[in-house]
Every structure is written in C-alpha cells, then in structure tokens.
C-alpha cells in the first residue's frame, strides 16, 4: 500500500510517516517546505513541490501509484489567519481542491485529513462530542469547516471516502526524538516553556489569568503527537476495510490549564520557569476539551500518553536534541 503524505515534512506529517512506514506501508511525502523541515523527511520518497500544481501532482501520482493519501499540509496560526484570510482560504481550500481532483483524475478514494477542534468554535458544553454545533470563527478553522463539508459532496458526487480528524492540542515528540515540534516562529505553548525554562527566552507570558476556570488560565487538552500519528493509520486502515466516511475527534478528554502546564515543566525539566501574567490573547476561547470517546469506539484508538507528564518529557528530550 502506498500512501502519500501532503505536509509530511511538518510536525504531525513527519511523525505520521514514521508510523505509516514502522506499519509496513510505502510512504510518499510530498512537501514544499514552506514551513515542513527537509530533515524531517525520513521515512520514504520525498516530492518537492506545491500542492496547488496540477501537472507535479499528476506526476506524483503517476510515479508512485499512489493507493490513499493523508492530506496535512496547510498553514496553522489561528492569529495570522484573521489578519491574512487570503492566504489561508487560498493554501488550506483551494490548494485542496487541486489535490482532492488530481484523486479523482487517479482513482484514489480514501483520504484522511487533519481537521481541528477549533471547528466547534466556543464550546457550549464541557467536553465537546463530535455533535456539538459547529461555529468556526477565525479563517483557519472556516477553512478546516469547509474542507470537512467539500469531502463530504465530493463522497456524495465521486464516491471519495474520508476521515476527518479534529486534533485538539497537538503536543509532544517522538519517544526516539528523531522528529518533534519545530515551527517558525513558535506560538504553542509546551514549547515556549520549555524554552523559558532553558533560559531560551526570558520568561512564558501567561496570556490571561482572568478566565472562569479554576486558576483563571485557559484550560487545554493535550494529545500526544504519536497517538495522533496511530490514530491516522487507524482512519486510513477503517477506510481501506471499506467503511464509510466519518468524523473523529483527538484527544485526551483532560484539560489542563496554563499554569498547570507550567508546573509539570518545573517538574520534568528541574528547572525554573519564569513567568509573566499578559492581557488575554484574542480568539482564545477558556477551555477546549475533547470527549474522545467514539474514536476508541470506532477506531479502537486509545491513547498512550495519558499522563500530561510524558507528554512534557518527551518534547523536553526532542527540544534538547534539537538545540544541540
Ligand atoms: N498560551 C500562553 N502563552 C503563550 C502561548 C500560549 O499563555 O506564550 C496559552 C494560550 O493562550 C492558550 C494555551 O496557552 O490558552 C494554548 O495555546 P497554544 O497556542 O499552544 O494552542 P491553541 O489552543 O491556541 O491552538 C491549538 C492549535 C490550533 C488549533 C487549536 C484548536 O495550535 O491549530 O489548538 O484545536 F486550531
């Protein structure tokens, strides 16, 4: 089985390859480094080229007969989103378009596509369910929203068959730290503490201390990258067993706040962290937490990281490496 992987270069595509190859599939990363990292490119073919290329993507497909693909590629920051809804509506729906085509024009039917909590926009219940209403309200979740609904006509119209994963907070690092968490520049909090606690920055801005939650920071459920990278071979094993089309949120089912996360870096790294209490972040919502439960269900995903703890130590292993 040969499976490509749009953004296989990035932080989840590249932990995903690893698991797709450690499984036994042939992996094609196809990447155009825009923010992917060509040292993350180890397991498999590597395709140098933009998505939004019809003719590299025929050739691509044509090469290497290609049976399923995994489609990460897209841009990530909530923030930029709203400041440039061009360039997101541009790089995460149109430049999907192009590829779900070049699918058609291939016969390739099942794919698996990274989605985002931030589609249910501010939560109405404690921990969301896949049914909860969905409220995008920045570019980059409309983005993932519309992609979900695309898949879904493109099931209907061409007989595509997808699964949409909804991540809620992406964390962590390979246990063998040959891949982690490297964006340019980084917004995500574990790593910004850790490099706080590294002396790396001079302190974690704490973005909010007024929130209705128990200490007054945001409340957060962190998912290991590498249960995330399990749970896409599941979805692409449950669509190549010839089940039908659906919808899964990734995530622990815990949240944890701010300062909490603070803590158990203190605790994992040994290390002082120093801290500064900042004005709220726009678009921050106070608490994302995710009811996982028909992933485990459906997929038979459960994941393995359930202690905040290893979450923190592993990218603590990974950034140490990276550094060096
Ligand atoms: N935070 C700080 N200080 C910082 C950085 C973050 O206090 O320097 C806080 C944020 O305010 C938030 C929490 O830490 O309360 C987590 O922030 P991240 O930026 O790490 O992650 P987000 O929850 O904002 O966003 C993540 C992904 C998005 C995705 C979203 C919803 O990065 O791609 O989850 O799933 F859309």
Redesign the pocket.
Known sequence: MTTLVTGGAGYIGSHTAKELARRGRKVVVLDNLSTGHRDFVRWGAFEEGDLADSVFLDRVFEKHGIDEVVHFAGF???GESVEKPDIYYRNNVSHTFTLLDAMVRHGVERIVFSS???VYGEPETERLAEEHPLNPISP??WSKRIIEQVLADYGTAYGLRSVSLR????AGADPDAEVGERHRPE????P?VLEAAAGRRDC?????TDYPTPDG??L?DYIHVADLADAHVRALDHLADGRPSDVFNLGNGNGFS?RE?IEVVREVTGLDVPVQE?P??AG?TPA?VSSPEKAGRVLGWHPQFEDVRSVVASAWNWHRRDWA
């Open positions: 990530i920051a909530v985002s909590a931030s980059y979740a991540y809620f907070n992406a917004t995500h909090l574990i910004l974690i801005k704490v973005f909010g920071t945001c957060r701010v996360i900042a709220r972040r921050d994302l």
